[in-house]
């Protein structure tokens, strides 16, 4: 069984990692060899001899900062993004209302509101959580509501003739043909919460891998900044791959009850 499992990973992910170390080895090469001088793009075991010198800090302090921000806007953003996209599903006069505010609040740049939530909430966690989660929220609103609103009308009329109440509908056909839409939200959702933790620090911040990476930036410390930058990617591609095997464990799920 883990033979197979090997082998199928190896399928499906072994042109990527043959693509990926072709490219680490053309990057050390190319700064090795002098191409690029080593404090505009240091090489990748230079990076990693960072990550390892400056350990204690990045894996501790930082990266746990960046960790709690990220985790405390996704949940706010997940909360408040299924709540009010179910509000608008239900009441149409909701929507009318809410939706165009919704998306202005996606045409306004972060780096123009993150001062304003430091100035509301101070150089605490929360002026950083603020922008993580106006980041965030707007996939999943739009994607919950997108969601819900392809429930299949054929079984709708069925159940109503059956004597289903309206909330019967919706727990039966409505969420479970949203889940897709709902995932693929929190997939963009989890991403951005990286990003909108990184432009918080960046721009307000005492701790946490993107105010590091600033400070090393400042200092030319080019090997300490691109150690940072690649646990933000780190973090990324993990927590989205989280959010890829609980979709998978869900939809298994369903899948076993049908």
């Known amino acids: 069984m883990r033979k197979h499992l090997f082998k199928k990973w190896l399928s499906d992910y072994g042109l990527f990692i043959l693509l990926l170390a072709s490219l680490l080895m053309a990057w050390q090469w190319i700064v090795r060899l002098g191409f690029v001088p080593a404090f505009i793009l240091p090489s990748p075991t230079s990076i990693g001899g960072a990550l390892i010198d400056d350990s204690e800090l990045l894996l501790g302090r ?3 900062a960046t960790l709690r921000e990220v985790a405390l806007g996704f949940l706010l953003s997940v909360f ?3 709540l009010l996209a179910s509000g608008m599903h239900a009441f ?5 209302a809410l939706y165009p505010f919704i998306v202005i609040s996606q045409t306004i740049p972060l780096i123009a509101l993150s001062p304003i939530f430091i100035m509301w909430f101070g150089y605490t966690v929360w002026s950083k959580v603020a922008v993580v989660f106006l980041t965030a929220f707007f996939p999943i609103v739009v994607s919950t509501y997108d969601g819900l609103r392809k429930g299949d009308r054929e079984y709708r009329e069925l159940l109503l003739t059956m004597g289903a109440t309206r909330w019967d509908i919706f727990r039966i056909i409505q969420i ?4 897709p839409s709902f995932f693929s939200g929190l997939k963009l959702s989890i991403v951005y919460c990286v990003v909108g933790a990184t432009i918080g620090e960046w721009l307000g911040g005492n701790e946490g891998l993107g105010y590091y990476s600033r400070r090393m930036s400042g200092n030319l ?3 300490s900044m691109f150690a940072a930058v690649f646990l933000l990617s780190l973090i990324g591609i993990v927590l989205f791959a989280a959010i890829v095997l609980l979709e998978k464990s869900i939809v298994k799920k369903r899948g076993k009850k049908k």
């Not at 149409?92 to 009318?96: A, F, G, M, P």
């Not at 479970?176 to 889940?179: D, E, G, K, N, T």
């Open 92 to 96: 149409r006069t909701l929507e009318k």
């Open 176 to 179: 479970p043909i949203a889940l």
């Open 80 to 82: 408040g993004g299924i």
């Open 62 to 64: 930082h990266m746990l």
């Open 221 to 223: 410390n080019a090997d």
